[in-house]
């Protein structure tokens, strides 16, 4: 139990262009949902948490502006990348916390974006 | 603020040799301490969590962490190290007081040697 998906695992996309990963958890109804971004070599930063039905509520330094999401469903949430540059290449990971499990996060795959 | 530290970015281990992973976190009320691992372009796997009670606390592939509060750690232990155990490991900290997000430690790579 317990499984979030990631879609697409890579996607490479042209400067200026935007992209969408999206995150669902498989199983379970996830009332919140995060988005962490990590580097090569590098630890997760958590970017935002995504509430179902809420505006997503953003980390100090994270561009609300550009970094889009969505969390339109239970099982549903979006990260849109708009006007994408090559700095915004990296390794972009969601996860979901089940009902009653307030305090875990299950990770999905992770989306590898490279911008050119 | 919460944080987590890992002190050993790599460490490279024998197969069939103990392994032992250091965690040590700043917290300002009761953590909740987790362990995660990395496999090299995957997402993270739970191998273990620690909320209360028993401060031994056992995991999946037959990893354990010990929870000592007077020294601020929770490290991660396996008794003997498979190949398959190569990969990253990160430590994180949660809890009610930081609502329900997790902070990261740096990570720590494992290298296994046949």
């Known amino acids: 139990g317990a499984v979030v998906s990631q879609h697409p695992s890579r996607v490479i996309c042209k400067s200026g262009t935007s992209v969408k990963i999206e995150c669902r958890s498989l199983?379970?109804?996830?009332?919140?949902m995060f988005w962490y971004r990590q580097f090569p070599k590098q630890s997760l930063m958590l970017m935002a948490t995504?509430?179902?039905?809420?505006?997503?509520?953003?980390e100090q330094g994270v561009e609300k502006d550009k970094f889009l999401i969505n969390h339109a469903s239970l099982t549903l949430s979006t990260l849109t990348v708009t006007s994408a540059h090559p700095e915004d290449s990296s390794f972009y990971i969601c996860?979901?916390?089940?009902?009653?499990?307030?305090?875990?996060?299950?990770f999905g795959p992770g989306t590898r974006l490279t911008v050119t | 603020a919460q944080s987590v530290t890992q002190p050993d970015i790599h460490i490279t281990v024998s197969e069939g040799a103990s392994l032992e992973l250091r965690c040590n976190y700043s917290?300002?009320?009761?953590?909740?301490l987790f362990w995660y691992v990395q496999s090299p372009g995957q997402g993270l796997q739970l191998l273990l969590k620690?909320?209360?009670?028993?401060?031994l606390v056992q995991g999946i592939k037959g990893f354990e962490a010990e929870f000592k509060r007077s020294q601020s750690s929770f490290n991660l232990r396996k008794p003997s190290v498979h190949w398959s155990d190569a990969a990253e490991y990160f430590c994180?900290?949660?809890?009610?007081?930081?609502?329900?997000?997790?902070?990261f430690g740096g990570g720590t790579r494992v290298l296994v040697k046949p």
């Open positions: 917290y300002g009320a009761t953590p909740y």
């Open positions: 994180a900290v949660g809890g009610k007081a930081a609502g329900n997000k997790l902070t």
């Open positions: 996860s979901a916390t089940p009902p009653g499990l307030v305090y875990e996060q299950y």
């Open positions: 620690y909320f209360s009670g028993d401060t």
């Open positions: 199983d379970f109804q996830a009332t919140t």
């Open positions: 995504s509430n179902e039905g809420s505006k997503a509520t953003y």
